[in-house]
């Protein structure tokens, strides 16, 4: 469906976003200036306790500091609501009293269809409740009762039953006059292969419906009564109001106990769902019938920046947990993540709950491993690794997983936490080889006070270069803001930071997106950074006017930045290597991590933009070093 012209621009001038918004927030009133429409409040797309969300009622626009979610009116609808484009038109429209254009008949055809599907879904709901009532739903009950749940929580969960008849949902429904085909379409009912008459799908099964996030019924789910069917559980077909990779069970109340700060669960099945929700955890979700999608992984983090599977400890419980991590490294961004709760072998969390209670799960929850741990255990649980060859085996397979991950600061953090793992299993082995008689053993010493006063002084020489040079950039763009946009991500990640630096590069982020008044709050901390000579005498500072000159030298100095860090990290691994015997590998680590500091340095701060530091003497005392091999003791 197309809209006329002008018609969004019209939508938006006739609604206040502080008013969508407010629907999903609380506001800070301390923070937000309502005369001027610059509102603040937590977050309703991650969890938080700071109000990180900004909402410029005059722009129109949001954005938060913390998960970097941003959009307009139309936008906030369609995440926060879980409808495509136009639905979110039409429910601003609705608001704002404005009549939607007319459609085009295919589009028409379309939306009432799907409206008719779903009349049809919520009757054949209430018909299986009333099912579960009657005398042809005692076995139903009688089960429902062992599972220990309550006529409450049926009532709670809309719990049906469907007889075991071939046409018992299908005659109701065509006796209410709804087409025999839409009944089919709805999933409810299937053709036979001859073309006879549609029989029911579900039968002799206890009946769960499925809700979107708006709490529209969609579809169904199924559980055998039979222990001898061929499937316990069944889902309705895709249709065209289901998508089963692209919802969740209990989606709609999970997202608004997630919202009120309890933690997001993905249990395995419906009753888990249920069992866990009627025990407290009302933040539980699950897939359905399918291992998770990569959609539904998204609609999870739009819920809860780390979600946490619920697996059963057995090996399928396991094997499921891996094909997530798999499925989700390259979506891995900062701060949404995933972690994972194994509960007992041989338990599910309702048999953990009936046993051991509640807190017993809770303490499952708070033992939840980190995704990095899984992975770390699939590529390293009982295998042995006694030899080079197995060793570099494991570092390749490693490797390979962690340059999925796409964002690259992430993949660092990664590859720091691989390595800490890896120098926790092997670093005992290198220091315990095994005595073979007449072989010359190399005495393995520490690294001698003088190498570690070297490079540690180096280390401290470089990170007060890094200091003064994140001061260079923050002053650049507080003297040029329009460059920030170009630039934001890369100073979004700009760390480390004095807490003067935060405050300033925090306040940069805010009045790029329309926070006017944002540095007026660090104008003591900008000054603090002003005052330093390397910053006074920076080209963007020199040439207020020159703008093409500060792009220049913002690009030229987040680009030394990284390469001076990139250096810092490889000095750190080969000092840590140093702990061993040194080889010809580390002596070449060393030797070129010398050159590339000290081509980094080796120039003076002055319109070129560089720093300045001349590390010529340093780098000659560091190749002495390494061809004297310090580390390893010399015999008379």
């Known amino acids: 469906m197309s809209l006329p012209p002008g018609f969004l621009d019209e939508l938006r001038t006739r609604i206040s976003l502080s008013q969508v918004v407010g629907r999903k927030v609380t506001w800070d009133m301390r923070k937000s200036n309502q005369g001027k429409g610059d509102f603040w409040a937590p977050c309703p797309f991650h969890q938080e306790k700071s109000a990180s969300f900004h909402v410029d009622d005059r722009k129109g626009f949001y954005y938060c500091f913390g998960c970097h979610a941003k959009g307009d009116a139309i936008g906030f609808v369609k995440e926060t609501e879980n409808v495509g484009f136009m639905e979110a038109v039409e429910i601003l429209a609705r608001e704002a009293g404005m009549p939607m254009p007319a459609r085009d008949p295919q589009a028409a055809a379309k939306q009432d269809r799907r409206s008719q599907l779903a009349e049809i879904m919520e009757e054949a709901v209430r018909h299986y409740r009333l099912m579960l009532g009657s005398r042809q739903g005692e076995d139903a009950r009688r089960y429902l009762d062992g599972r220990g749940l309550s006529q409450a929580a049926r009532d709670r969960w809309e719990i049906g039953f469907a007889p075991d008849a071939r046409q018992g949902v299908f005659q109701v429904l065509t006796g209410k006059g709804f087409a025999p085909d839409l009944v089919v379409a709805s999933g409810l009912c299937a053709r036979p292969d001859d073309g006879g008459a549609p029989y029911d799908r579900f039968r002799g099964r206890i009946i769960f419906p499925i809700r979107d996030a708006r709490g529209r ?9 039979d222990p001898n ?21 209990n989606h709609g ?20 769902t249920i069992a866990l929700s009627e025990a407290g955890f009302r933040a539980t979700v699950a897939p359905l019938g399918t291992a998770i999608t990569e959609d539904q992984l998204r609609l999870m983090w739009r819920i809860a920046d780390e979600p946490v599977i619920a697996l059963d400890g057995d090996a399928a419980g396991i094997r499921a947990a891996l094909r997530v991590v798999d499925l989700a490294l390259p979506l891995l961004e900062a701060g949404k993540s995933l972690r994972f709760a194994v509960l007992p072998v041989g338990m599910d969390p309702d048999d953990l709950i009936k046993s051991q209670g ?18 770390w255990q699939r590529e390293t649980e009982g295998k042995v690794f006694d030899s080079p060859e197995r ?39 290198k220091t315990s080889r095994p005595f073979v008689p007449g072989r010359k053993e190399p005495v393995r010493i520490a690294p001698s006070t003088s190498a570690r006063q070297s490079l540690l002084a180096m280390a401290e020489g470089e990170g007060m270069t890094q200091t003064l040079r994140v001061s260079v950039i923050l002053a650049g763009f507080a003297g040029h803001p329009s460059l920030i946009g170009p630039f934001e991500s890369a100073l979004e990640r700009l760390g480390p930071l004095t807490p003067e630096q935060r405050h300033v590069r925090d306040a940069l982020l805010q009045q790029a997106h329309g926070a006017d008044h944002a540095m007026e709050a660090v104008a003591q901390d900008l000054e603090t950074l002003l005052s330093l000579p390397h910053v006074r ?98 015999k008379s």
Request: charged content about 35%; proline content about 4%.
């Open 217 to 225: 019924a969609i579809s169904l789910g199924g559980r055998a009564m």
């Open 229 to 249: 069917a061929r499937a316990k559980y069944l889902n309705g077909p895709e249709t065209d109001l289901f998508d089963k990779g692209r919802n969740l069970f």
């Open 253 to 272: 109340p999970a997202r608004e106990a997630a919202g009120k700060g309890d933690p997001l669960v993905v249990a395995e099945g419906y009753m888990d």
């Open 358 to 375: 509640a807190q017993a799960f809770r303490k499952v929850l708070e033992a939840a491993e980190p995704m990095v741990g899984l992975l």
């Open 391 to 429: 060793r570099a085996a494991l570092d390749k397979t490693l490797r390979a997983a962690i340059a999925r991950i796409a964002d690259p600061s992430i993949r660092h953090h990664y590859g720091e936490e691989i390595k800490q793992r890896r120098w926790e299993l092997f670093g005992i082995r």
């Open 537 to 634: 005498i920076s080209p963007p500072i020199r040439h207020p006017d020159d703008v093409a000159l500060a792009r220049q030298c913002l690009a030229e100095e987040f680009a030394k930045l990284d390469a001076a860090r990139g250096t810092e990290i490889e000095i750190r691994e080969a000092m840590e290597d140093m702990e061993g015997l040194a080889d010809e590998g580390l002596t070449w680590r060393l030797a070129q991590a010398a050159e590339a500091r000290n081509r980094v340095g080796r120039s003076r701060l002055d319109d070129s933009g560089d720093l300045g530091e001349d590390r010529s003497a340093l780098s000659d005392h560091l190749r002495r070093m390494i061809e004297d091999q310090v580390w390893i003791k010399k």
